[in-house]
Structure formats: structure tokens, C-alpha cells
């Protein structure tokens, strides 16, 4: 399907949520290449801890919403929707701090995702669409060691631990209450490519768009 998105004259925001491997980051990577969309991460907002060493940062929860700086996430998207070019931060999931920081230019869309993406109120009142996807835990389970094992370089053993004392508890505690405030909830077991084009299709209508073949 093709669009004439660009000519869009206000900036539209898509938050998409779910927990831990569920399926938030390839529907977002998919989105964004069918809206050339500027994609963020919430996980790209992780606070520095530049003052802590390596192991103090290692112990951090980083599955609670407070590990996240959300000024500095909400300034980003108000700057992006205000047609701004921002310097996002460049976060190293084997340091566990900032590395550095890099330019995102404005576009027509832009898609955030993470766990803690339908979290807050000041996002959710900028949002023109709110997506939680749902998975089997057992499924996000399974994936997530296997990300952990070859993205970032964790034992089994570690993720596990990680797993039961942090993200499980907190995806109960912060994430899946969230579906309560979503637009719309999508499978991320299902096909990815029929959630985006569904998807898709809503946002043109709401957006007044056609698309043609």
C-alpha cells in the first residue's frame, strides 16, 4: 500500500507497550518502515547512574519505571511533535549507562515503544494511537533468553535470576495494567504483518488519508 503521510501537517504519536519480548519491538520496526516513522525505544531512557560503578549498576531494577528519565523521554517526543530535532541517548545494555547520544529528525510519525510506553500520563495525553501487545508469558520467556543470550551476552543463569526477582513481578505490577488505557490490542504471536497493516489502515482513516495499491 502507498501514502502521501508527508503531507500530514501535525506530527502523529504511536505508543506501543506489552510486556518483556511480547512482540513491541518488531511491531514497532515494522510500523515504522510502512509510516516512515521516527522510531524511539523507552529503553533508550534509561537514567545514566554515571556516579555508580559497573556492579552497582548491574544490580539496578531496571524493570520499575522509575529507572527511566521520564522528563527527559517526554521533552524528546514534545520537541519531535513540535517539528524539533532532538539528541537521543545511546544506551549500552552491557555497561548498563549512557554511551553517547545521537540526532533524530522530525517526521510525520513517530513510534515509541517499551514496557512503560502506556505508563505515563504525559505521554498517553500526546498519543493519537495506544497499542498493547499481548503474549503468552511462557513464550516471552523463551525469547527473552534467547535476545539476552546472543544480544547481550548474559548466562541463562543471570537472566533467570533477573527474570523472576525484577521482571516478572514488575511487568504485573506497572505493565499489564496498562492495557486498561490502550486504543488497541494486538497479538504478538500472531502475524506481524497483519497487525501492521490493520494498524496502518486505522491510522489513515483517522488521519483522512487514502491508500492506494
Not at 510525520?108 to 512503560?116: A, D, K, Q, S, T
Not at 548466562?155 to 505490577?173: A, F, G, I, K, L
Request: glycine share 6%; hydrophobic share 40%.
Amino acid at each position: 500500500m502507498r501514502h502521501n503521510f508527508r503531507e500530514m501537517a501535525t506530527p502523529q504519536l504511536l505508543l506501543i507497550a506489552g510486556i518483556s519480548c511480547s512482540g513491541k519491538t518488531t511491531l514497532a520496526s515494522e510500523l515504522g518502515r510502512r509510516l516512515d516513522a521516527v522510531r524511539l525505544s523507552v529503553d533508550d531512557y534509561y537514567r545514566p547512574y554515571e556516579n555508580l560503578t559497573f556492579e552497582e549498576r548491574r544490580a539496578i531494577n531496571f524493570d520499575a519505571p522509575d529507572s527511566i528519565d521520564v522528563d527527559g523521554l517526554v521533552g524528546d517526543i514534545r520537541s519531535l511533535l513540535a517539528g524539533q530535532t532532538i539528541h537521543k541517548p545511546q544506551y549500552s545494555f552491557s555497561e548498563f549507562t549512557r554511551v553517547g547520544y545521537e540526532p533524530v529528525y522530525p517526521g510525520p510519525f513517530i513510534v515509541l515503544e517499551g514496557l512503560f510506553a502506556l505508563y505515563w500520563n504525559q505521554l498517553n495525553e500526546l498519543a493519537n494511537m495506544k497499542v498493547f501487545v499481548q503474549a503468552d508469558s511462557a513464550v516471552c520467556l523463551a525469547r527473552r533468553l534467547e535476545r539476552d543470550a546472543v544480544e547481550r551476552g548474559r548466562s541463562e543463569y543471570d537472566s533467570m535470576v533477573r527474570y523472576r526477582t525484577h521482571v516478572e513481578p514488575n511487568q504485573q505490577r506497572y505493565v499489564l495494567p496498562t492495557q486498561a488505557v490502550a486504543d488497541r490490542i494486538v497479538s504478538g504471536e500472531t502475524c506481524l504483518q497483519s497487525n501492521a497493516q490493520m494498524l496502518v489502515e486505522q491510522i489513515a482513516q483517522a488521519a483522512s488519508f487514502t491508500l492506494q495499491p
